[in-house]
């Protein structure tokens, strides 16, 4: 069964961290994506990688950074975590080109930052 | 970039076909319809798609109206596992990208 995975499920930061989110897909996808998710808002995009080693911002990418060092893999960083980052974060890949048909995701990390 | 409107709640009795409408008035010609649906606690699943013509699959159905300013997912015998978020998306950004509304949340109710 394909799959993106989530390296945590839950995760309890303090103000100032810096925090490392890790996203794995064994898909060989070529497109990977970091997504927010806020109640009464859906997905908003943070970040999307289409190769390795290359990032474009997404609608909201403010106080985030990515890394995309090997194909399988793509990390969130939030450089100094703030309180108004405390969300659900998913990770998506996809193949070059596709359709919106042709997303998965991860089941998400919930971050809490106190 | 297309909008799309969906009631922000819904229920349905168990093993009658749910019915979820989706307004998405400024749609493009090209622009595809897509429904994704969110399980408490997992990531969005993909459903179905279409441009024009009805669609069905193993999992639902899709009408689209003849002028495309409205599409309505069919799930022909609700489960109470049907219990989640359903996203109408008609807008796919530069490179692709899925652009979310807030959905409508679905309650199959036994």
């Known amino acids: 069964d394909v799959k993106v995975t989530q390296s945590s499920r839950y995760l309890v930061k303090r103000t100032g961290e810096k925090v490392f989110l890790e996203c794995v897909q064994d898909?060989?996808?070529?497109?990977m994506f970091w997504y927010r998710q806020d109640p009464g808002l859906g997905l908003r995009l943070i970040y999307f990688s289409y190769d390795v080693k290359m990032k474009e911002k997404g609608d909201i990418p403010e106080g985030y950074s990515v890394s995309r060092e090997k194909k399988e893999r793509f990390s969130l960083i939030l450089e100094s975590a703030s309180t108004n980052q405390t969300s659900m974060y998913l990770c998506?890949?996809?193949?070059?080109?596709?359709?919106?048909?042709?997303?998965?995701f991860g089941s998400g990390t919930r971050l809490t930052v106190v | 970039d297309a909008k799309t409107t969906q009631p922000p709640s819904m229920d349905c009795a168990e093993g009658r076909a749910a019915n979820l409408p989706c307004n998405h008035s400024?749609?493009?010609?090209?622009?595809?319809v897509y429904w994704y649906r969110q399980i408490h606690s997992q990531g969005p699943q993909y459903i179905i798609h279409g441009l024009k013509n009805n669609e069905t699959n193993e999992m639902a159905s899709l009408i689209i109206t003849e002028d495309r300013k409205s599409s309505t997912l069919i799930l022909p015998h609700a489960t109470l596992r049907d219990t989640a978020v359903y996203y109408c998306i008609v807008r796919v950004g530069n490179n692709y990208q899925l652009i979310w509304g807030a959905g409508t949340k679905l309650i199959i109710k036994p």
């Open positions: 898909m060989d996808h070529e497109n």
């Open positions: 998506a890949s996809s193949l070059p080109q596709t359709g919106g048909e042709g997303y998965t």
């Open positions: 400024t749609i493009s010609g090209n622009e595809y």
